[in-house]
């Protein structure tokens, strides 16, 4: 069960607690409903736990033992730097392919694994749970599209070679701060999306007004320099010939 919660505290007395216990009872000191009663302690746990106390008194231990993990902790750190690297690669694994690569990993290493990897060739969804959640530095996100030229072209040598002309540029001319400015664009469609309405419950389509479906993106630049002035949002028209009307009621009329 994947978000099971204990609904008892057996199991989570501490182990001196339980060792007193059971010398009181194996000394004749106390009878075992005594003994159980007196430390709040289940009396068929204590009997057991006197049963094992007898045979290992220096081995015995008390308490649910941990839940068994297929990988060892060093395995998992593999896996885990594993699927850090591939994704500062641009070439990140899906849940589903990190289940695959799991179990792929398990055969490769002779891992005994559940019935159900074996039936389905990937590890389960309650392994990806407890796996993410033993490995913070993990988690699920929505990759962002990059172009290969993108991703192969941000690099450690055209990142220095850029630094190392930007720097000539300032040393050969010397500006100043309120001369270098830093530009971005992001695009805005035409097309308002509708907010969130109150509609009939069980109702398929429901729609709302717009002044179209799927309109024009429209690109918005936005500069601001390096002392902290910034001019407003410049906005750059998908047409061919310049028309007033592009720039009525804006912000610089």
């Not at 796996?131 to 450690?156: D, H």
């Not at 035409?190 to 717009?210: D, E, F, M, Q, Y």
């Not at 750059?236 to 007033?244: E, L, V």
């Amino acid at each position: 069960m994947r978000h099971y919660k204990k609904k008892t505290d057996r199991g989570t007395m501490s182990l001196d607690i339980m060792k007193r216990a059971a010398n009181e009872v194996i000394n004749g000191e106390k009878k075992l409903c005594q003994a159980a009663r007196d430390h709040n302690i289940c009396r068929n746990s204590l009997k057991r736990f006197i049963a094992r106390y007898k045979k290992e008194p220096n081995n015995v231990t008390f308490g649910y033992l941990p839940t068994r993990k297929i990988f060892t902790a060093d395995q998992e750190k593999s896996l885990s730097d594993y699927l850090l690297m591939v994704a500062q690669m641009f070439y990140g694994l899906g849940p589903k392919d990190v289940r695959r690569l799991a179990y792929d990993c398990a055969i490769k290493f002779v891992i005994t694994v559940p019935d159900s990897w074996q039936k389905n060739k990937m590890a389960g969804k309650d392994w990806m749970t407890a796996f993410l959640k033993r490995n913070r530095s993990l988690s699920i996100r929505k990759p962002e599209a990059t172009s290969l030229s993108r991703a192969t072209s941000f690099n450690r040598s055209n990142v220095h070679d850029f630094f190392n002309k930007l720097a000539q540029v300032m040393d050969k001319y010397t500006f100043t701060a309120s001369s270098v400015w830093n530009i971005d664009e992001t695009g805005v469609s035409t097309v308002l999306k509708p907010s969130k309405i109150v509609a009939a419950k069980g109702k398929r389509n429901v729609g709302s007004v717009t002044s179209g479906e799927r309109g024009t993106n429209v690109t918005i630049i936005v500069a601001i320099s390096a002392t902290g002035s910034h001019i407003p949002p410049m906005f750059i028209f998908p047409r061919k010939n310049y028309h007033d009307h592009f720039v009525r009621d804006g912000s610089f009329n």
